[in-house]
């Protein structure tokens, strides 16, 4: 019962700062909407900054953070710190080493680059998002090392810097774009400057607290130590598995490219709604429970794996499923309160609401996905998700075509493609989980998740008749739409908490203000 409470406090902190982080970063697309609106500029730095991106992805959020778990926790449960110290020491002398090498290659080649992901750029935003991609690569270097550092911290269970640092990052963002932008030939690069200051103060976070655990990087000239060996063995799958991921994203910016001005960015500003209740909530929720899981495995304890599994997925369905739900309903006026903006106009807000329904249909399949990976990973089994991505990468590649090109559904064809291979990847990893795990799923778990799809959609009709009093076409702030996004996105949360709790749900009890009848 303690670990448990103590395993609610830990996701609190890190789901709170989440949260901020989130609504910081909102606020930093609110400043960028406003700015630069949604055209070539936009669609040259969005393209630009994530070729750099894609390769944080692999090392961060889960990726090299979710694979030094296992490997450095091993160490740890046997108590030997010292050998854990070397590990880490041999870890990031080889990381550095790869790090300076990849971002060498970044800015020499990024004109190959950006064609592999934007062949369609005409040639003026092609030009700058070359300019770019030269400026912001070596952020790849500095939330590499932060994301080493971030599997260090969560192993000894601190999970206070990697979930602030993000914050940092935001501001740094919307620091430069505000004091900059106007004093630069080129506008847009003060966002780039923003990301590389940003991504040094990540990095300088965590490495305070590193010092503070006693688990500071180092350099050191003993390379072929076990655990990098292991990492090796377990990082080449990923490394492929993190491929297939990120040649989703480049074919649907490739087949953006081709569409209209601004359809880059409207996928965008969609998915960086999409984003924010599976940072709040699925990654949070992965980055707490991770080491617990590596720990059940280690033990090979797979009973208390498979409990403590269908718990995370349990709570993370019971709130990414309304969330789902509410900003398909809210889609239109959240793009208008939060994007529409000096530059970014009413067209833009229905174009990324459009996206934003595509992408909303897979959200609970992509929160299930980011739960369930790291479990693999726990089991030190990289090899099964890469298998199941691969596949689904070519569903998406499909259904994008098909929809966005041969159905003319253009930005929410490639959305919508996105979510069928999302629930595609979700169902087969859950699949094979339970089948590896001697089958912990139940019928309670399914008749779980119809409840709460029921409850959901009650809610939806709710917050729809609560938004539908307000107009959502009209630029800029005002007092009035802050109190009807307030009083619909009330409404739906104070509602689904009482029928959760009518229909038995004991999840709605894990939250202070639900109390017990």
Known sequence: MKKREDHKRKWGLVSSLTFLSRIIGYLRDVVVAAIFGAGFQTDAFYVAFRIPNLLRRLFAEGSLAAIFVPVFSEYLESGDRRGARDALRSSFTVLFIILVFVVALGVIFSPWLVKIFAYGFNQKTFDLAVYLNRLVFPYVLFISLTALAMGVLNSVRHFFAPAF???????????????????????????????????????????????????????????????????????????????????????????????????????????????????????????????????????????????????????????????MVGIIVLRVPLCNFLYQHGQFDYVAVINTSQAILGYGFGLFAVGGIRVTVPAFFALQDTKTPVKIAFFCFLLNAVCGFVLGFVFSLDHFGL???????????????????????????????????????????????????????????????????????????????ILYFLLARLTGIKEAEIFSFVKKG
């Open 165 to 323: 640092s993000p914050v940092l990052f935001n501001l740094c963002i919307i620091a430069s774009a505000l004091f900059f932008y106007k004093e630069l030939e080129v506008p847009v690069v003060s966002l780039c400057f923003g990301v590389l200051c940003g991504g040094v103060l990540q990095l300088l976070l965590h490495l305070f607290y590193l010092h503070r655990k006693k688990f500071m990087f180092g350099f050191t000239k003993s390379l072929n130590h076990p655990a990098v060996r292991k990492l090796a063995l377990l990082m080449f799958p990923q490394l492929f598995g993190i491929a297939v991921y990120n040649l989703n994203i480049l074919v649907n910016t490739q087949y953006a490219s081709f569409m209209s001005s601004g359809t880059v960015s409207y996928l965008y500003f969609a998915e960086r709604i999409i984003e924010f209740p599976l940072g709040v909530v699925a990654v949070s929720l992965a980055t707490v429970t991770l080491p617990a899981l590596s720990g059940y495995a280690a033990r090979e304890d797979y009973g208390g794996f498979g409990s403590e599994y269908l718990r995370l997925l349990r709570r993370m369905l019971f709130i990414i499923v309304p969330a």
């Open 415 to 493: 959305a919508l493609a996105s979510s069928i291979s999302s629930v595609a990847n979700f169902v087969l990893l859950v699949f094979l989980l339970n089948r590896r795990m001697g089958g912990f799923l139940s019928r309670d778990v399914i008749l779980f998740s119809l409840k709460v799809f029921a409850l959901s959609i009650v809610m939806g009709f709710a917050v729809w008749g609560v938004a539908g009093l307000s107009s959502w076409s009209e630029t800029g702030f005002s007092l009035q739409k802050m109190l009807s996004m307030v009083a619909s996105v009330g409404a739906g949360v």
